[in-house]
């Protein structure tokens, strides 16, 4: 982090008690994905007793950093504290370091929830069908498949495969079959990547 953001910390000194710095901190993950609006910068600067804006900016900046190291890096919470350096205040290193501590596991889950998971596959229908009506063209398979992922919407991928793209995809599951057959008994052993189907 550089030099200078951390010069902004000691701004959260104002703050009346420790439950004002557990706001911010609060406020900060609630809209790491949005920014704060005016409201929220008003209630922090209130908090902090900030006449302008121009100081609160560096100071978020700072948290923000400082929210994100605990949160997607691997810090453990004994090493949280280890992220200041010396010309934090140790008060406030304190304060940070406790209130990190508490929320890390937390923010971690919610960052879980966030990712979004594979769909899984719910139904496979096909059906057989000429490319164009000219003649002399090879028939195709019509594959259809129902989807739903981890918030129970469903979807529908329609696509077609000819004699050759689809020999292609059946030898790649009968890898794929194979390869999680054997991860029971061969947790050790390295997968092959599978081969795209062009």
Same mark, same amino acid.
């Given at each position: 982090m550089e030099h200078s953001l951390w010069n902004h910390l000691p701004l959260l000194v104002r703050a009346n008690s420790k439950e004002s710095v557990e706001y911010i901190l609060q406020a900060l993950w609630r809209t790491r994905q949005t920014g704060l609006d005016s409201a929220d910068r008003l209630v922090i600067s209130d908090i902090l007793q900030l006449p302008n804006d121009t100081d609160l900016d560096p100071l978020l900046v700072c948290l923000r950093m400082l929210i994100r190291r605990c949160v997607y890096e691997n810090v453990s919470k004994d090493d949280i504290q280890k992220l200041f350096p010396e010309?934090?205040?140790?008060?406030?290193?304190?304060?940070?370091?406790?209130?990190?501590?508490?929320?890390?596991?937390?923010?971690?889950?919610?960052?879980?929830?966030? /990712?979004?998971?594979?769909?899984?596959?719910?139904?496979?229908?096909?059906?057989?069908?000429?490319?164009?009506?000219?003649?002399?063209?090879?028939?195709?398979?019509?594959?259809?498949?129902?989807? /739903?992922?981890?918030?129970?919407?469903?979807?529908?991928?329609?696509? /077609?495969?000819?004699?050759?793209?689809?020999?292609?995809?059946?030898? $790649?599951?009968?890898?794929?079959?194979?390869?999680? $057959?054997?991860?029971?008994?061969?947790s050790s052993r390295q997968l092959s990547q599978g081969t795209n189907i062009v």
């Open positions: 010309e934090v205040l140790p008060e406030l290193q304190r304060l940070l370091t406790l209130l990190l501590q508490k929320f890390q596991t937390e923010w971690r889950a919610d960052v879980f929830k966030d /990712q979004v998971g594979f769909p899984r596959l719910k139904a496979m229908t096909w059906n057989m069908a000429n490319q164009d009506a000219a003649e002399g063209t090879d028939p195709v398979a019509v594959i259809n498949l129902k989807l /739903q992922d981890d918030t129970q919407s469903h979807s529908e991928v329609k696509f /077609q495969l000819g004699k050759d793209t689809l020999e292609t995809m059946v030898k $790649s599951m009968y890898c794929i079959r194979d390869q999680l $057959s054997d991860l029971g008994g061969a």
